[in-house]
């Protein structure tokens, strides 16, 4: 837990945590209000944190990036259920987040009571380099990267080049963690925007189809990487049916 920011709401004893795992260039803050509304919704607790290198926490602790990257992630994370005690776990995840959340489900299933994820990957598309790319032009032509200084501050370079330059890797072009999806046995709830730009529905029928446990699945009409933000209600109504079916 050394040097990790971390945020925990325990509001509803006796009820799940919903625990919130940002995106490659996330963070707690850019979560905005959407985990106060959906704990409102389901009755949940929450805890959040920024990973190691972004936001609020230390700096990264694995320099450069190994495709495994993720998978150490998973580990952390339930160090981190362990220390806080938590229980009726349901990992809500975001991009790498979400990969990170079938991970820790496959590597710990003792922990993980139901999967949430969104705009996740089990592999590497072209489409998910060609948007990769786009936000590398982005990040040096347009105020991309301001914006994100106000959450990173001068981890933002780290931050940016440990998504970038890992992914686009040539040793990160196999990248793959199919393998570790029948080892998920907790309901899971995929999520991704129809628009999404960095992904395919291959990323979303690879997982439910992978997955040993019960498997929903949801394409958000006029949303693109970032569902909860970009039609937020939708994703909260969903979740939220999600989660009620399960714990009531």
């Keep these: 837990m050394n040097q990790l ?7 509803f004893p006796g009820r799940p945590t919903i625990v919130f795992l940002h995106d490659s260039l996330g963070s707690i803050e850019l ?17 959040i944190y920024d990973r190691h290198g972004y936001g609020k926490s230390g700096p990264l602790i ?4 190994e495709s495994n990257y993720m998978e150490i992630e998973a580990d952390i994370l339930a160090e981190i259920i362990l220390e806080y005690k938590l229980s009726q776990i349901v990992l809500f995840g975001h991009s790498d987040g979400g ?14 009571a139901a999967v949430i994820t969104e705009g996740a990957h089990i592999f590497v598309e072209n489409e998910t380099l060609q948007g990769i790319r786009q936000a590398m032009q982005q990040y040096t032509s347009t105020i991309l990267k ?14 940016f080049r440990a998504w970038t330059d890992t992914w686009t890797a040539d040793f990160f072009r196999n990248w793959n963690i199919e ?29 439910a189809n992978g997955i040993s446990g019960k498997a ?12 909860h933000k970009e039609a937020g209600q939708v994703v909260i109504e969903k979740c939220a049916d999600f989660i009620k079916a399960i714990f009531g």
């Design 31 to 47: 979560w905005r209000d959407f985990p106060e509304k959906l704990c409102t919704a389901t009755g949940c607790n929450a805890l």
């Design 99 to 112: 990969t990170i959340a079938l991970l820790a489900a496959a590597k710990h299933p003792e922990l993980v």
């Design 146 to 159: 301001s914006k994100l200084e106000k959450y990173h501050g001068d981890k933002t370079d780290a931050v």
């Design 62 to 65: 694995h320099t450069p990036r």
């Design 5 to 11: 920011a971390i945020r925990h709401s325990s509001r």
């Design 216 to 227: 929903e699945t949801v394409m958000v009409p006029n949303a693109q990487h970032t569902p």
């Design 179 to 207: 393998k570790f999806l029948p080892l998920v046995t907790c309901p899971t709830l995929v999520i991704q925007g129809e628009q999404d730009e960095f992904g395919t529905t291959k990323q979303v029928s690879g997982i």
